[in-house]
């Protein structure tokens, strides 16, 4: 694969995990650096509710909405059936868009349209994410709150049908969680699945807690970086 020279003299991220996944991309080994992360494992989420609440993370304009993704139409088809029949059970959605260069226009109109949806573009904290979130709904993207969900063990379901080559090479493998689904009918059903079967939920959390740990590094991040300045 070809080196990409970035401007850059060094690209630092959280984990070794992460580190192997940039230098696949393309970006030369010894330009990108593991700083390290104090993530932490919290309890599981508890799911006693009959109608879950839903956030659907999205990204930004470098994601389904650049030029390089063929799945524009496939993303709005995805996304707007998987809140239709979200909405047709009662469960609430949260489209939590990222705040800086998002679709929010977009996302305006789809929380307009549905009466269970709303659209929420400013930034949470990690403590508001958890504590209006029962599971989170990726549609082929890997936002920020991924990450985060996995630490918080928040259920994940990732529609993956919406991803082209391209970003299945840039973003984190989905392959290791256990609710990978195709598009926003199997979604829905495995939603259904998990809030009415402990083992499932259980299997669920034991799949996303071994990704959390493969992308754990310990150490310390400001001082590390702070030593390569």
């Excluded at 524009?72 to 979200?86: K, M, V």
């Excluded at 226009?105 to 508001?128: C, I, M, Q, T």
């Amino acid at each position: 694969m070809q080196d990409y020279n970035y401007i850059a003299d060094f690209i630092t991220t959280h984990g070794e995990a992460s580190r192997q996944l940039i230098t696949a991309s393309g970006v030369l080994s010894e330009k990108v650096i593991a700083i390290g992360n104090d993530f932490e494992l919290k309890p599981p989420v508890s799911l006693h509710s009959q109608y879950p609440r839903i956030t659907i993370a999205t990204r930004n304009w470098g994601g389904l909405w650049s030029n390089y993704s063929s799945m524009q139409d496939r993303y709005d088809h995805e996304l707007t059936e998987f809140i239709s029949l979200a909405e047709k059970n009662k469960w609430p959605v949260t489209i939590k868009s990222h705040p800086n260069g998002d679709y929010h226009e977009y996302y305006d109109l789809l929380a307009k349209r549905f009466s269970n949806a709303s659209h929420v573009s400013k930034g949470w904290k990690p403590d508001e994410f958890r504590e209006k979130t029962d599971i989170l709904v990726c549609v082929g993207e890997m936002p920020s709150l991924f990450i985060e969900a996995l630490y918080m063990q928040i259920p994940i379901i990732f529609i993956n049908g919406t991803m082209t080559k391209t970003q299945k090479k840039l973003n984190y493998s989905c392959d290791g969680l256990g609710a990978v689904v195709p598009g926003a009918k199997a979604a829905i059903q495995k939603i259904k699945e998990i809030i009415n079967d402990s083992e499932a939920l259980a299997l669920i959390f034991e799949k996303q807690r071994y990704v959390a740990l493969s992308y754990q590094t310990k150490g310390k991040p400001e001082q590390n970086l702070s030593e390569i300045i």
